[in-house]
């Protein structure tokens, strides 16, 4: 992990996103968190590593999500090189 980003302002924030329960609070406090471009931004994000892990080109993914390539690139080196979250996520997803 990124030690630039371990700081108890963000630990505060996992917590926070921690003690969420239903999707419906999850969207009351994310839209209360982000803008609607970073909210949509970071469900963008997810659905390109979706998309990637189940091997859609980046044209493919480029066609559905409206990601750009350099998005695309950098989802792909996460899934490749970074800390296993997306993994994890999609593991617990069932994915």
Same mark, same amino acid.
């Given at each position: 992990?990124?030690?630039?980003? #371990? +700081?108890?302002? =963000? %630990?505060?924030? *996992? %917590?926070? =996103?921690?003690?969420?329960?239903?999707? !419906?609070?999850?969207?009351? *406090? *994310?839209? %209360?968190?982000? &803008? =609607?471009? !970073?909210?949509?931004?970071?469900?963008?994000?997810?659905?390109?590593?979706?998309? @990637?892990? %189940?091997?859609? &080109?980046? @044209?493919?993914?480029? !066609?559905? +999500?409206?990601?750009?390539?350099?998005?695309?690139?950098? =989802?792909? #080196?996460?899934?490749?090189?970074?800390?296993?979250?997306?993994?994890?996520? *999609? !593991? #617990?997803?069932?994915?």
């Amino acid at each position: 992990m990124n030690k630039k980003i #371990r +700081t108890e302002a =963000v %630990d505060a924030l *996992f %917590d926070a =996103v921690l003690n969420l329960k239903t999707r !419906e609070e999850c969207y009351n *406090f *994310f839209e %209360d968190l982000c &803008t =609607v471009n !970073e909210l949509l931004s970071l469900s963008q994000r997810f659905e390109v590593a979706s998309m @990637l892990r %189940d091997h859609k &080109t980046y @044209l493919e993914i480029a !066609e559905k +999500t409206g990601a750009s390539t350099a998005t695309i690139s950098r =989802v792909n #080196r996460s899934l490749n090189y970074g800390n296993d979250g997306y993994a994890l996520v *999609f !593991e #617990r997803l069932g994915k």
